[in-house]
């Protein structure tokens, strides 16, 4: 059987509050996600979701346990070793965007490719944001000249700029109207189709329901996990691909 993309043993995060007392955050968690899956971790605020991420997402260490990333021990490694790991392998989404206010959405999508060895920085941004769906007449704008919708698109353009092995996404919708929360959730959905394991964690039920598995948190722990298949009218009808000239094609 295929070592599962991440595999998390017994994770726990104990955090000190006020030097004596402790927050558990996390009980010893065990989770694998495999490669290619859709996953959605639910749960309500304080319920340890995010922590999970940060701890799947080589954000954070566990207090306790062990999290292994395509077989790599990566609890262990030291924080240099952890941002090499972060900025080849995996890709991030927050619920703010988390764009530079005075930088180009382009440039925005160029950051991650600054600390790679990759050539044609600009033509691989240029590619991640029509994957995307992003109008290029549009990548010379700066955060504040665009909408919810394209400011995290650009966000989830650079999250997917470096190829990475899986993508997380924080309450990507969280900040955004109904209408462009499912554009961006079909998105996912059509990244994912292309064979792109991607982790969303959300509160909301409705977010959840485009997810082909859903992990639920309850007082930092698993609740239930199980697989989910969206309903008719969530599905999208395939992936996006590229074609030589970089047209996008659904």
């Given at each position: 059987?295929?070592?599962?993309?991440?595999?998390?043993?017994?994770?726990?995060?104990?955090?000190?509050?006020?030097?004596?007392?402790?927050?558990?955050?996390?009980?010893?968690?065990?989770?694998?996600?495999?490669?290619?899956?859709?996953?959605?971790?639910?749960?309500?605020?304080?319920?340890?979701?995010?922590?999970?991420?940060?701890?799947?997402?080589?954000?954070?260490?566990?207090?306790?346990?062990?999290?292994?990333?395509?077989?790599?021990?990566?609890?262990?490694?030291?924080?240099?070793?952890?941002?090499?790991?972060?900025?080849?392998?995996?890709?991030?989404?927050?619920?703010?965007?988390?764009?530079?206010?005075?930088?180009?959405?382009?440039?925005?999508?160029?950051?991650?490719?600054?600390?790679?060895?990759?050539?044609?920085?600009?033509?691989?941004?240029?590619?991640?944001?029509?994957?995307?769906?992003f109008p290029l007449?549009?990548?010379?704008?700066?955060?504040?000249?665009?909408?919810?919708?394209?400011q995290q698109r650009?966000?989830?353009?650079?999250?997917?700029?470096?190829?990475?092995?899986?993508?997380?996404?924080?309450?990507?919708?969280?900040?955004?109207?109904?209408?462009?929360?499912?554009?961006?959730?079909?998105?996912?959905q059509r990244l994912?189709?292309?064979?792109?394991?991607?982790?969303?964690?959300?509160?909301?039920?409705?977010?959840?329901?485009?997810?082909?598995?859903?992990?639920?948190?309850?007082?930092?722990?698993?609740?239930?996990?199980?697989?989910?298949?969206?309903?008719?009218?969530?599905?999208?009808?395939?992936?996006?691909?590229?074609?030589?000239?970089?047209?996008?094609?659904?």
């Amino acid at each position: 059987m295929a070592e599962p993309l991440i595999r998390a043993e017994a994770i726990a995060k104990v955090y000190t509050k006020d030097g004596r007392a402790e927050v558990v955050a996390l009980h010893d968690v065990s989770v694998t996600i495999n490669r290619g899956e859709f996953v959605a971790i639910v749960g309500v605020s304080g319920s340890g979701k995010s922590t999970l991420m940060n701890l799947l997402g080589c954000l954070d260490r566990p207090t306790r346990g062990e999290i292994h990333l395509e077989g790599t021990l990566v609890s262990a490694l030291d924080d240099e070793a952890l941002a090499v790991v972060r900025n080849q392998k995996i890709g991030f989404v927050f619920q703010t965007f988390n764009l530079l206010p005075r930088t180009t959405a382009l440039e925005n999508v160029e950051l991650p490719l600054l600390y790679s060895t990759r050539r044609d920085v600009v033509g691989l941004a240029r590619r991640a944001l029509e994957a995307v769906g992003f109008p290029l007449d549009r990548s010379r704008h700066h955060p504040g000249e665009l909408s919810g919708g394209q400011q995290q698109r650009v966000a989830i353009a650079r999250a997917i700029v470096n190829d990475p092995e899986i993508v997380f996404a924080d309450e990507p919708t969280g900040n955004l109207d109904t209408q462009s929360s499912a554009e961006i959730m079909a998105l996912f959905q059509r990244l994912n189709a292309q064979g792109r394991t991607v982790v969303v964690v959300t509160h909301e039920p409705d977010v959840a329901r485009y997810a082909r598995r859903i992990i639920r948190i309850s007082d930092g722990a698993i609740a239930q996990d199980e697989a989910n298949e969206p309903p008719a009218e969530l599905r999208q009808p395939g992936p996006i691909t590229m074609s030589a000239s970089n047209e996008v094609r659904r």
